[in-house]
């Protein structure tokens, strides 16, 4: 029988993308395609932007006439993870809950909150303990994606995170001898999956993406004639066309921009995507030894942005492989746009990868009451025997054993015998079981008393960015746990006010807010390196408690 195709969708920031595949005996065929972004301010307004997905992948699905209703979701974000674990074997009912408290640490919502599924890896480790790919994502985030399937008409087959997605896509690039990093490069965020073979050692999201270089573009920009401040929609047109400017001299001169303070004012943002980067893969060695990364493949939109592969290929000494064609994807005669989709390609390679793993053993974070609908019929349904039907068995039985009564002690006796040695392992692994839940349960007091004197380090650098002059370039921000400390660095720049005053006014501004303490300024020099007067500085101060 031949195989039906199945939707592939992409909705996990602000664009719907959707893509139809079709497997045959060449591999995957490409049927039909679409993409539409939505308001990009609407990326964390609930429930705006889940009625708005759904009402632009309605209008895809007629514009485009894709025949099939079953759709593969793939989903991402802070609050979705994938990583392997190694556990004691249970049965399914015991490992959905033991998987749940093994991740806690690793999720920002309560654990009741979790939807979790698993796939064994096959893997025994000596201690008996075998391994798992397990993923989790809030209750909140699939509860949005099941409803934007059902609100454009939909049917849902599964939902899946990135790394499977990412690894349907990539299967010819992988080999078991080396380790290939597999980046999703998009707006919001950066997804990085490390696959020794097709084996998952390490995924991880990073919170930054191509949509912080574009607001790093729309910073004011001083120059002789004045200042000027980019819409987002202009620096995001300057950024598709020009890319980032690394080097002035070829970088194109635009009309009435200082390239020079383009260039400044995007540094920090690039700097801390290579910071995020490098920070990923050293946790990486870390974790599994110092392996050689030959080079990286990346994908997503933010890709396409020209000097990014560079920038981050020369800072990190690695080389970057745009995903930019797959040779098992074969487009069908009857699809329209084809250079279109070829130069889509690396924005849809999340959804593809999503229909690809149509019909595979992978993990689905489908509720359980979705999953086991059948399950759950046949116990509302099931009626027991009638009391008389059980009289006459009992009675049957009895007048059997009159007969019978020394065979059938016999077998009764074996019948014992051999349950009692089947349940002993049972018992053994819920007595197992019993103590890993206690040992959590004591630890719970010690997490929490260490979350609430830990640096909300999020709300620091929010209360930074809200007091930061745009004369004032920060370099470095480092926090000295133990004490509360916090030291920023960086230069004052002589813009409209004295470079004096300009960072004094910063200092004043931490001083007055609710989150510092004790800010003083440790140090002023003068920085020759500039056209404008410009200091060196180095503030401390103490980051005040969390009421």
């Keep these: ?83 392997p674990v190694s556990m004691p074997r249970l049965s399914p009912e015991e490992m959905n809950e033991a998987v749940k408290w093994k991740i806690k640490d690793d999720i920002s919502y309560h654990v009741e ?35 934007v399937i059902k609100d454009a008409g939909l049917q849902i ?34 997804n ?59 970088y194109p001169k635009l009309d009435k921009i200082p390239v020079a303070q383009l260039q400044a004012v995007v540094r920090p943002a690039l700097e801390k995507i290579e910071d995020e980067f490098l920070r990923t893969i050293e946790y990486f060695k870390s ?20 000097n990014v592969l560079e920038f981050l290929s020369q800072r990190l000494g690695i080389p970057f492989e745009r995903i930019e064609n797959l040779s098992g994807l074969e487009l069908a005669p009857g699809l329209t746009d084809k250079e279109s989709f070829k130069f889509a390609l690396p924005q849809l390679t999340a959804a593809i990868g999503a229909a690809m793993v149509f019909s595979s053993r992978t993990v689905n974070l489908l509720p359980l ?13 099931f009626k027991p025997v009638p009391i008389v039907s059980i009289i006459v068995i009992v009675l049957s039985l009895i007048y059997g054993l009159v007969y019978y009564l020394a065979y059938d002690a016999k077998r009764a006796l074996e019948s014992v015998d051999l349950k009692i040695a089947e349940l002993k392992p049972r018992v ?31 709300r620091v650098l929010e209360e930074i960015s809200y007091n930061i002059p745009p004369s004032i370039m920060m370099e470095s921000i480092s926090f000295i746990e133990a004490k509360k400390e916090i030291r920023l660095s960086g230069i004052s720049f002589d813009k409209g006010a004295s470079s004096e005053n300009v960072l004094s006014n910063f200092v004043l501004s931490l001083s007055n807010s609710p989150s510092f303490k004790k800010v003083e300024l440790v140090n002023a020099v003068k920085n020759a390196d500039f056209i404008y007067e410009a200091l060196n500085f180095e503030i401390s101060g103490v980051v005040g408690k969390r009421e």
């Design 1 to 83: 029988m031949a195989e039906k195709s199945i939707l592939g969708i992409d909705i996990r920031v602000c664009s719907v993308k959707v893509v139809e595949l079709k497997k045959g005996s060449s591999g995957w065929k490409v049927l039909n395609w679409g993409m539409e972004e939505i308001p990009y301010d609407l990326a964390d307004k609930h429930p705006d932007k889940e009625i708005n997905q759904a009402k632009v992948l309605k209008q895809i699905l007629a514009a485009n006439s894709f025949s099939s209703k079953e759709a593969i979701v793939v989903v991402g974000g802070n609050d979705v993870i994938s990583k």
């Design 113 to 147: 909150d979790a939807i979790v599924d698993f796939v064994a890896l096959g893997k025994i480790s000596p201690s008996g303990e075998s391994d798992y790919l397990v993923s989790s994502a809030s209750r909140f985030t699939i509860e949005n994606v099941l409803q």
């Design 157 to 190: 087959n599964s939902i899946i995170t990135m790394p499977f997605a990412l690894k349907a896509l990539c299967l010819e690039y992988l080999s078991p001898d080396s380790v290939i990093p597999i980046v999703y490069f998009g707006r919001s965020s950066i």
């Design 192 to 250: 990085i999956s490390f696959f020794k073979g097709e084996r998952l050692v390490l995924n991880r999201e990073i919170p930054v993406g191509g949509g912080d270089i574009t607001k790093a573009m729309t910073a004011g920009l001083a120059f002789s004639e004045g200042r000027l401040e980019l819409s987002f929609e202009e620096a995001e047109k300057i950024k598709r066309e020009h890319g980032i400017p690394l080097d002035l001299e070829t």
């Design 287 to 306: 974790q599994e030894g110092e392996i050689l990364i030959q080079k990286i493949l990346i994908m997503g939109g933010g890709s396409k942005t020209p």
């Design 369 to 381: 009451e979705i999953k086991d609908r059948k399950k759950i019929l046949l116990k509302k349904y």
């Design 428 to 458: 053994a692994r819920l007595e197992e079981v019993e103590k890993v839940m206690r040992e959590e349960q004591g630890r719970r007091g010690i997490f929490k008393t260490i979350e609430f004197s830990r640096i909300e380090i999020p």
